[in-house]
C-alpha cells in the first residue's frame, strides 16, 4: 500500500502513518463480513424491504440519494418505496458504529488504495512491477504475462459479445452443437433415472425434483443473435471510444458501458432466455444458473480436450459429459436445492426428505475435509467446496451411466490404438485428464482457503473413489484408497 502511494507521490512517513490506518479500517470490515461458510443457505440471505424501512433500521447515510447517486446515468430513480433485498442484514447493522467511529480520512484513504490498486493494473511499468511484487506474495506469480495476452483477454473480457461472435464465426463446427445436445438429453435422462429410484426421497418431493429437470433449459454454443451484425452493433451502440483518451480512461469507459446496461435492467421485465445473458461462447467453462433454471456450455468448451465431433465416446463422455452432467446436478447441490424448476426460492422439500439429503451432503463434507493437499500440507474446506462436490460426485456417475447406456445401444467401441485399456477405462481416464492442472503452492493455499472448487487431483480421486464401478473397471481390492469401504453418494 505504502510503496505504491509514493509512486503515485505520497510521502513515504506520512503514507506508513496513515494507510496503516485504512489497512485496520479494512480488517474491521472483514471482520464483521459473513465468512462464506454460513453464505450457503439463499433463505437467510433474502432480506426484502423497502428503502424506507432500510432507512429507518440502518440511519447512518441517505439511502435514497445513495442509490440514486449510482443510477444517476441510467434514467432511473429511486424512492424511499423501493423493495431492496438486504444479504446480510447483521453487517449493515455493525456497518454504521464502524462508519462512525472511522475518520473520514481514514475511509478516503481506503477509497484511493482500492482504486490505485485496481488502476495500477493500466498504469505506468513501474506501478505494474510493484502490484506484480504483490500478486507475487499471493500467487507466486514471478512475471507479467505477455502484452499480448494481456489484451486478448482484456478485449474479449470487456467485449464478450463481439469478440464471441467473431470466435464462433471462424472456429466453431455445427455439428459439435448438434452432437453435446444428444449427449445433454443421454444424461439428462440418468439423472431422471436416479432420481425415479433414490430410496430416501418421498414422493412429493420427487415430483417436484422430476419436474425440475424437465424444466430445465440447454443452451449449447451461441445463440443465433450471436450470427445478427445488425443485433450486436445496436448492443454495442452506446460505446464510443475517443482517440485522445488513454488506456486506463478506455478501460473504465469499458466498465461504465457494462455497469450501466446491468443497472438498466432494474425496470425491465425479467427475460430468462435473453440472448445477451448468453452471449459469451469464447470461454471455455461451464454454467448452472439456480434462478434460471438452465445449464449453459458455451462453445470454447466444445473443443479441445472437452470435446471433439470426431472421438470415440468414451472419451467425450468421459470430458465434456462429466461437465454436462457437474452442470445438471448444480441444480440439486446444497444451494441450487433451494430453487425451484422456475428458478423462484421456494423450499420444495419434504423434512424428512430434506434431513435425509443433508445427512447424504455431510458425508461429502467430512469425506472432503479430511483430504489434504501434500504440498502446502493444508485439508480442504469440505463445506466451502460441498456444492462442486456433489456435482462432481453426480456428473461423473451420469456420465458413466450414459456412455454405458449409449454403448448398449450402438455397440462397443474400438479401443485405441497402443493402449491396453477397455473403453470403460478411457471413460474415467478423460475424465481424470479433464482436471490436470499444476500449481504453485502461493496458489494452491489460496485456492483451498478462499476457492469453491477443490484442487484437481481431489475432484479425480473423491468422485470416482466413491463409484463402485470405477474400482469394478480397474480391479481395485475392497478397503484400498480408491475403492474404500465407506463411500459417499448424494445422487
Not at 39 to 51: D, E, G, I, Q
Not at 271 to 278: A, E, S
Request: charged share 25%.
Amino acid at each position: 500500500m505504502v510503496d505504491m502511494a509514493v509512486l503515485l507521490g505520497a510521502d513515504e512517513e506520512r503514507a506508513k502513518r496513515e494507510l496503516k490506518d485504512s489497512l485496520n479500517f479494512e480488517i474491521a470490515l472483514a471482520n464483521i463480513s459473513l465468512p462464506n461458510e454460513k453464505r450457503r443457505n439463499a433463505t437467510a440471505l433474502y432480506n426484502p424491504m423497502s428503502v424506507k424501512d432500510f432507512q429507518h433500521k440502518y440511519p447512518y447515510t441517505n439511502w435514497v440519494e445513495y442509490f440514486n447517486v449510482i443510477l444517476k446515468d441510467t434514467g432511473i430513480a429511486i424512492d424511499e418505496n423501493e423493495v431492496i433485498i438486504v444479504s446480510v442484514p447483521a453487517f449493515m447493522e455493525q456497518l454504521g458504529p464502524l462508519l462512525q467511529n472511522t475518520p473520514k480520512r481514514t475511509m478516503a484513504n481506503y477509497v484511493m488504495w482500492r482504486i490505485s490498486g485496481f488502476s495500477s493494473f493500466f498504469l505506468t511499468e513501474k506501478l505494474r512491477k510493484r502490484q506484480l511484487q504483490y500478486s507475487t506474495a499471493l500467487s507466486g506469480k514471478q512475471e507479467q504475462e505477455p502484452r499480448w495476452k494481456e489484451c486478448v483477454d482484456i478485449t474479449s473480457g470487456s467485449l464478450p459479445i463481439s469478440v464471441g461472435s467473431l470466435y464462433i464465426r471462424k472456429y466453431f463446427r455445427e455439428e459439435s452443437k448438434r452432437a453435446a445436445l444428444d449427449m445433454v438429453n443421454d444424461i439428462k435422462a440418468v439423472f431422471v433415472g436416479i432420481l425415479k429410484k433414490v430410496d430416501w426421497m418421498d414422493e412429493i418431493t420427487r415430483k417436484s425434483a422430476l419436474e425440475k429437470v424437465d424444466s430445465m433449459v440447454t443452451h449449447i454454443g451461441y445463440p443465433d443473435e450471436l450470427m445478427d451484425n445488425t443485433k450486436i452493433a445496436e448492443y454495442y451502440k452506446d460505446l464510443q471510444f475517443k482517440p485522445e483518451d488513454n488506456y486506463l480512461n478506455t478501460i473504465l469507459y469499458m466498465n461504465q458501458f457494462g455497469t450501466t446496461k446491468a443497472f438498466k435492467k432494474l425496470r425491465q421485465p425479467v427475460n430468462k432466455t435473453d440472448w445477451i445473458t448468453h452471449s459469451r461462447p469464447a470461454v471455455v467453462n461451464a454454467f448452472y444458473s439456480s434462478i434460471e433454471n438452465s445449464i449453459q456450455f458455451p462453445a470454447g468448451i466444445l473443443q479441445g480436450q472437452f470435446f471433439s465431433y470426431e472421438r470415440p465416446k468414451y472419451m467425450n463422455y468421459g470430458a465434456i459429459g462429466f461437465v454436462i452432467g457437474h452442470e445438471i446436478t448444480h441444480g440439486f447441490d446444497d444451494q441450487g436445492r433451494q430453487f425451484d424448476k422456475n428458478g423462484n426460492l421456494v423450499d420444495w422439500w419434504q423434512e424428512d426428505t430434506k434431513t435425509a439429503y443433508l445427512e447424504k451432503a455431510r458425508c461429502i463434507i467430512e469425506q472432503y475435509g479430511n483430504f489434504t493437499e501434500p504440498n502446502v500440507k493444508l485439508n480442504l474446506n469440505g463445506i466451502n467446496t460441498q456444492g462442486e462436490n456433489i456435482a462432481d460426485n453426480g456428473g461423473i456417475k451420469e456420465a458413466y451411466y450414459a456412455y454405458r447406456k449409449w454403448a448398449e445401444k450402438n455397440g462397443p467401441e474400438p479401443r485405441l490404438p497402443g493402449l491396453d485399456l477397455s473403453p470403460e477405462q478411457m471413460f474415467w481416464l478423460s475424465a481424470a485428464q479433464t482436471w490436470c492442472s499444476v500449481y504453485r503452492p502461493e496458489t494452491m493455499k489460496m485456492r483451498i482457503t478462499t476457492g469453491v472448487h477443490s484442487p484437481g487431483q481431489f475432484r479425480v480421486l473423491g468422485p470416482m473413489s466413491n463409484m463402485v464401478e470405477f474400482a469394478k473397471d480397474f480391479n481395485c481390492p475392497a478397503g484400498s484408497p480408491m475403492n474404500p469401504t465407506q463411500k459417499c453418494e448424494v445422487w
